[in-house]
C-alpha cells in the first residue's frame, strides 16, 4: 500500500507538468473569446449611444461567436474546457439579457455620468449592475462609499438590498472577516470531519463556491461594489438564501429571460393567477441555471451527475415556491431548520453521483485535467 507521504511526494512532482497544461489551455481559451467579447463591447457601446438596430446586430454576433468559439476551440484540459464553457455561456446570457431590456436598459444612477466608452465597459464587465438602476447588488458591508454615492446608493437599489429581511440579518462583519470566517470552516471540515460523508462533502462544496467567488470579487471588483454574498450563517429560509445569502451574479438574466417572460404572459394570455404565474417563473428561473451548470460542468461530470446538478436546482426552485406558499414572507425557527434541513439532504444526494475527491489532499495533480474522462 502506498503511504499518504508518497502520495503527497508524488502529486507535488507532478504539479510542474499539470500547470504547464493548464497554462498553456487557458492562453488558449482567452485567445478564443476575445472576438466575441470585443463584439458584445461594441454591441454594448451602441446601445448606451441608443443604435438599437445596430445593437441589435452586433449582440446576436456576438451571441454565435461565443457559441462558435466553444465549437472552433475545444480545449485538452477538461478543467479549462469546463471554465471556457461557463465563459461562454455567460456571455450569451449578458447579450441575450441586455436584448430583452435594449429598448429600457438599466440607466447609470451617479452623476456625472462617465463616457459612452466606460458606460459600455460597466455593462461588459457588472454581472450586478452595480452601478445602474434598477440592479441586483445587495447591501451589506464594503469600502465605504463618499458621502456624496451613500443617498444615491439607497435609493437605486432594488428590493433585494432594501427590504425588511436584509434590515434585520445586517451582517455583523466585514466582508474579509466573513471571507477568513468561511475559510476557516472549509479548513476545519476539512482537517476535522469524514470526507466520506456526502453532508460534509456537500458544505465543502458550498464554501469551496463561496471562497473562489468571494477571492475573485475582492481581487478584481470596482472600489465601491457591495458583497457578492451574505454570510452563509444568516441564511434564515430558502428565499433568503437564494436571494439575499447566495450570489446574485445571474439574476438579472434569470429574471428578463425566464420569470418575467412567464410571470407577465401566463396571465395576460392565458388567464392564469398571478400567484402560480410568480410561481412556475421562479422554478423556470432555477431551471435555466440548472441548464447553465449542467452546460458548464459537462466536460468534467458524466451525464447521471449532470442530472443530479439539474435535479438539484430544480428542486431548491420547487422548495422555494412551497416554502413561500406555507410561510410567505414570515420569520419562524421551524422555517429555519426545515430550509436547512432541505438544502443539506438534496445537496448531499447530489454530491453523492459527482466523484468529488475525498479531500484536497487526494486530488491527483496528473490527471486534474483528464477529469471527467471515463
Known sequence: MTSPS???????????????????????????????????????????????KKFEVLCLLASIGFVGSSCLVVLECNMVRSMQLFVVAIGVMKALDLF????????????????????????????????????????????????????????????????????????????RVNFVLHGLAFATLQTLFPQSNPTVVAL??????????????LML?????????????????????????????????????????????????????????????VIAAFGMMGFFHVYGLKPLLPFDALARIYAFFLLNGIGAVIEDAIWGRETHWGKTILAWAFELIVASWTVEGLSVPQGLKNIRWASICDVGEV
Do not use: M
Open 204 to 217: 465543502e462544496v458550498l464554501l469551496a463556491i463561496y471562497i473562489l467567488w468571494e477571492s475573485i470579487q
Open 100 to 175: 430583452v431590456r435594449r429598448h429600457n436598459p438599466p440607466k447609470y444612477a451617479y452623476n456625472p455620468q462617465p463616457s459612452y466608452s466606460v458606460l459600455a465597459l460597466l455593462y461588459l464587465t457588472e454581472l450586478r449592475y452595480e452601478s445602474f438602476t434598477p440592479n441586483h447588488a445587495r447591501l451589506g458591508p464594503a469600502p465605504a462609499p463618499s458621502p456624496s454615492r451613500v443617498q444615491n446608493e439607497s435609493s437605486h437599489r432594488n428590493g433585494r438590498g432594501s427590504s425588511n429581511k436584509s434590515k434585520h440579518w445586517k451582517p455583523q462583519f466585514s466582508e
Open 6 to 52: 508518497f502520495h503527497l511526494v508524488d502529486s507535488a512532482a507532478e504539479a510542474p507538468s499539470a500547470l504547464w497544461q493548464i497554462g498553456a489551455n487557458l492562453c488558449s481559451g482567452v485567445v478564443s473569446l476575445i472576438l466575441p467579447t470585443l463584439l458584445l463591447y461594441f454591441s454594448l457601446y451602441a446601445l448606451v449611444k441608443h443604435q438599437i
Open 221 to 281: 471588483r470596482y472600489h465601491n461594489s457591495p458583497p457578492l454574498f451574505g454570510p452563509l450563517y444568516t441564511a434564515t429560509s430558502l428565499s433568503t438564501f437564494w436571494s439575499e445569502t447566495w450570489h446574485s451574479a445571474f439574476a438579472s438574466p434569470c429574471r428578463s429571460l425566464a420569470y418575467n417572460p412567464i410571470r407577465s404572459n401566463l396571465p395576460q394570455r392565458y388567464g392564469v393567477p398571478v400567484s402560480i404565474a410568480r410561481a412556475v417563473g
